[in-house]
């Protein structure tokens, strides 16, 4: 995708800002908005405006759009301004209030995970926040479902500017892994690409050390998981790399599992 707004949903945590710095670096390199959005009590309550245009200034967003929505259907809000704009970016930050939540990501992550038809950015809790990026790593698994993320990377990378890098795990059943010809074939599809990483291990474990060893990358993966449980929250190794990996992750929902 090509953002040209980046929507940033906030609540009244200060953990919800840390979005807004990676929203900021990716309107700088795509030449996009940026949207603030957050909840309100009532229809008239202008201190939620108050706040928005407060963290605006203190993290010097430049002429941003406020929107402000119910506070009873922040995730329905997200989904309805996405919705009506194909070439919005939504970019949050994840809650984990506990280990249930830990595993949904939060309530609001998780319905717009589940919900969401076109990709956005997740902020976890050990995401390193950066002015810029350099790097798009592209994590695939061989699968249908995985690969689904490509073309949206590809026009991601392109408007943003970053050097895309293939990343294969190889667990024994990744066709990419062996099959050098093939990855060339998808990297030919990008502007600007560096040689593919082929890893071995665990999937979640890999793919969280390869944001580690690329500290000015953002990571992108589709969400997929391997049971009913990952299919109604998100893909137990995306869920691991939000969680755990140091890079914001640039994600899409399967058409299989929307």
């Given amino acids: 995708m090509s953002p040209q707004t980046i929507l940033v949903p906030l609540d009244t945590s200060e953990t919800s800002t840390r979005s807004i710095r990676v929203a900021k670096a990716l309107s700088r390199a795509a030449a996009a908005d940026i ?3 957050t909840t309100r009590v009532v229809d ?3 201190s939620a405006l108050l706040r928005l245009e407060k963290v605006a200034e203190q993290h010097n967003v430049i002429a941003p759009k406020f929107v402000t929505v119910s506070h009873w259907i922040p ?4 989904l309805d301004l996405a919705s009506d704009d194909p070439e919005m970016l939504v970019c949050m930050t994840t809650h984990s209030r506990s280990p249930a939540a830990a595993l949904a990501l939060g309530s609001v992550t998780s319905t717009v995970i589940h919900s969401m038809r076109q990709p956005f950015v997740l902020v976890g ?9 350099a790097t798009l790593l592209v994590a695939l698994d061989g699968s249908e479902h995985s690969a689904e993320i490509l073309p949206f990377a590809i ?3 392109a408007a943003t ?3 895309a890098q293939l990343v294969i795990v190889d667990d024994g059943h990744n066709v990419l892994a062996k099959n050098e010809s093939l990855r060339m074939e998808i990297e030919a599809d990008f502007v600007e690409v560096e040689p593919a990483l082929v890893l071995q291990g665990d999937p979640g474990e890999a793919l969280v050390e390869a944001t580690r060893a690329t500290p000015n990358a953002i990571i992108a993966m589709a969400t997929h998981g391997h049971n009913a449980m ?3 929250v998100v893909g ?15 994600t899409v929902r399967p058409k299989a599992l929307a």
Avoid: H, K
């Avoid at 995730?75 to 997200?78: G, L």
């Avoid at 390193?128 to 990026?133: A, E, I």
């Fill in 155 to 157: 026009e991601f990378a």
């Fill in 75 to 78: 995730a329905e809000a997200i």
């Fill in 230 to 232: 990952a299919r109604l």
């Fill in 161 to 163: 500017g970053l050097r």
């Fill in 236 to 250: 137990s190794v995306t869920s691991c790399v939000v969680q755990r990996g140091i890079a914001p992750v640039f």
């Fill in 125 to 133: 809790p050990s995401c390193q926040t950066l002015d810029s990026y």
């Fill in 35 to 37: 949207t603030l959005m």
């Fill in 44 to 46: 008239d309550d202008s």
